[in-house]
Nanobody, 116 residues
């Protein structure tokens, strides 16, 4: 089993910043892809950003240029630096990892609220 614990969510003002972290523990061999998803009330969960074990990144158009995903392999941790936050970024943010031959593991989510 793999456990994922997100942290760093909270309340931010429009134009502000937050940094999310996701730490993995348990039966970790090689995490091939780390991803952040989000789900706003009444909407489907959507991909925000992803990073592979060789550092390739992918961003949703609605966050490109504002959010940055990074990872620390030694700490089995992935980060999501969120700048220039907008009210529409309000959602529960989920960390997901994909491990080849084992599949996906999800964190419990952390609430991000952007409001003045």
């Amino acid at each position: 089993q793999v456990q994922l614990v997100e942290s760093g969510g909270g309340l931010a003002q429009p134009g502000g910043s937050l940094r999310l972290s996701c730490a993995a523990s348990g039966s970790i061999f090689t995490i091939n892809v780390w991803s952040w998803y989000r789900q706003a009330p009444g909407k489907q969960r959507e991909l925000v950003a992803a990073i592979t074990n060789i550092g390739r990144t992918n961003y949703a158009d609605f966050v490109r240029g504002r959010f940055t995903i990074g990872r620390d392999n030694a700490k089995n941790t992935v980060y999501l630096q969120m700048n220039s936050l907008k009210p529409e970024d309000t959602a529960v943010y989920y960390c997901k990892v994909w491990i080849a031959s084992r599949g996906d593991y999800w964190g419990q989510g952390t609430q991000v609220t952007v409001s003045s």
